[in-house]
């Protein structure tokens, strides 16, 4: 038996070429650069939620205040002016905590994900078609939709949505995580999981098509060029914005789905027709103003940190 079909048996994978260039399975290349990527994704996230956060906070209020007798705030500028009068500066990052949470896994099962998959369809330069991008997108938006999104993002909308009660219930993320479940069991925490699934699908497939065409487009014929973090960075708000526009209905129907009064909807199709007769197509762009402000600093943040942590790594830590 010749030396090569002897390490044929001993190490099967010496067979399969893509296993070793770039598969999850590889000791170097897929598999280091996937874990990267959710080491990266998870730094990211905590850091961006951070400095994004008050944005996040009008948004769902403002898609929560339904027209009417009971609606509380005339835009953007009274939202803020009110919450701050009644609670104060900080009362403007009530429920960080809950997001916070869940941020850091949101973003690591994002960027992984995405590295994951990029490792198994790119060419042997390590670059994706158009089809490519979108796929990689979608399949990293629909793992944190799954994953980390829903629950998170539901527990969140009822926090806010509780400290606009008269008299709120919950003390803390512990006891109004603890009250939600004995109140409507596990699936108190997984409200609107279809909507999540086509918003963040939908978002990160947008992002990071564009993201990534913005930069071959500025790489041009020479693949290796580097990209300036400020350059990641334009790329990022062009990428935030076109998701805005693209999936905001999503967004509202998404928020309506996880509130304290989410029962009054049979279903994600549901909530969408009654939001249509009762409220008018307008509504389904509550909250696009704080919504794009937010999305296009949050997706122009989040880029530039994870390249900023992926070049890092790529330094200290070989494949």
């Given at each position: 038996m010749d030396r090569q079909n002897l390490a044929t048996l001993i190490s099967p994978y010496r067979s399969r070429p893509w296993m070793i260039n770039s598969g999850a399975a590889a000791a170097g290349?897929?598999?280091?650069?996937?874990?990267?990527?959710?080491?990266?994704?998870?730094?990211?996230?905590?850091?961006?939620?951070?400095?994004?956060?008050?944005?996040?906070?009008?948004?769902?209020?403002?898609?929560?205040?339904?027209?009417?007798?009971?609606?509380?705030?005339?835009?953007?500028?009274?939202c803020v002016k009110k919450t701050v009068a009644t609670n104060g500066f900080f009362g403007l990052y009530r429920g960080l905590s809950v997001l916070l949470y869940g941020s850091i896994p949101k973003s690591a099962t994002r960027f992984g994900a995405f590295e994951f998959?990029?490792?198994?369809?790119?060419?042997?330069?390590g670059q994706l078609s158009a089809g490519g991008k979108l796929l990689c997108g979608l399949g990293a938006g629909v793992c944190e939709a799954i994953l980390a999104v829903t629950p998170m993002e539901t527990i969140k909308v009822k926090f806010i949505n509780d400290q606009r009660s008269a008299n709120p219930k919950f003390k803390g993320f512990a006891h109004g995580v603890g009250q939600i479940v004995k109140a409507e069991g596990i699936s108190g925490v997984y409200k609107g999981l279809t909507p999540t699934i086509l918003k963040q699908g939908s978002n990160q497939a947008i992002r990071f098509f564009v993201v990534e065409s913005l930069k071959d487009m500025y790489k041009g014929d020479d693949i290796n060029k580097p990209v300036p973090k400020l350059m990641v960075g334009v790329f990022g708000a062009i990428a935030g914005a076109a998701s805005v526009f693209g999936n905001t209905?999503?967004?509202?129907?998404?928020?309506?789905m996880q509130g304290l009064d989410a029962a009054k909807y049979k279903n994600t199709a549901d909530c969408a027709v009654q939001i249509l007769k009762n409220e008018g197509f307008a509504a389904f762009y509550k909250g696009t103003v704080p919504r794009l402000g937010r999305v296009c600093l949050d997706?122009?943040?989040?880029f530039m940190i994870y390249d900023s942590f992926m070049?890092?790594?790529?330094?200290?830590?070989?494949?």
């Open positions: 290349g897929g598999g280091s650069k996937g874990l990267k990527g959710i080491i990266a994704g998870g730094i990211t996230g905590g850091i961006e939620i951070c400095i994004t956060y008050p944005t996040e906070y009008v948004k769902t209020q403002l898609q929560l205040d339904e027209k009417g007798v009971n609606k509380k705030y005339n835009g953007i500028a009274d998959m990029r490792s198994h369809i790119s060419d042997s330069n209905p999503l967004d509202v129907v998404k928020t309506r997706v122009a943040i989040t070049d890092l790594f790529n330094k200290v830590w070989k494949d």
